[in-house]
């Protein structure tokens, strides 16, 4: 293992006891599973909790006992509410409505966030000239906002900004 990596290991540590510490509000973490059928009967897909999060950017930080030194690069995000019934709109909101449907049958808590096909990222050598979100240039550990995004930040500085507006939001950026 690198120095690099042993440093974002640590950078992503430090940032999870400052979360931790502040009492920064978490989400749920969930896989979202199309159940196959059973006997020619289909069932509804449903989402399987994972355990908590912190949501910093572009990557997730495990904050339960279940996900603790794990970091995943942020998929999608589902507020846990009423589905409704089908209106056809558009297929983006239909999408979109499963996915409500699918976390209230995952039994997460009404109005949470469950955050769902999130990508795990290994923290071993793997992260050394990495294309993902979350990689290791010489011993830098840098983060990208995207596998898109084309430029990075030290992790370092991407962490202390993030994790600032977490444990001290601006006047008004809070329910």
């Known amino acids: 293992m690198t120095d690099g990596v042993q440093r974002a290991r640590d950078l992503l540590d430090e940032a999870a006891g400052r979360l931790r510490a502040a009492g920064v509000r978490d ?21 399987r909790a994972l355990g908590r999060v912190w949501r910093v950017g572009a990557l997730l930080l495990g904050s339960s006992p279940e996900t603790a030194g794990q970091v995943w690069a ?3 995000i589902t507020r846990v509410t009423d589905p409704g019934r089908s209106q056809f709109v558009s297929v983006s909101a239909e999408v979109r409505r499963a996915y409500r449907a699918a976390a209230a049958k995952g039994h997460f ?15 071993d050598g793997s992260l050394v000239d ?46």
């Not at 199309?34 to 009967?41: C, D, F, Q, Y």
């Not at 808590?109 to 923290?123: C, F, I, K, R």
């Not at 840098?142 to 939001?169: C, E, I, Q």
């Open 27 to 47: 989400e749920a973490l969930g896989v979202y599973v199309e159940p196959k059928a059973v006997l020619g009967i289909r069932r509804e897909p449903t989402m």
């Open 74 to 76: 942020t998929g999608a």
């Open 109 to 123: 808590a009404a109005g949470d966030t469950v955050n769902h096909g999130a990508t795990p990222v290994p923290l």
């Open 130 to 175: 990495a294309d993902g979100v979350l990689s290791v240039r010489g011993d830098e550990p840098v983060v990208r906002w995207s596998a898109a995004a084309g430029a990075t930040v030290p992790l370092a500085d991407y962490l202390a900004d993030r994790v600032a507006l977490l444990v001290d939001p601006p006047r008004g950026a809070t329910d």
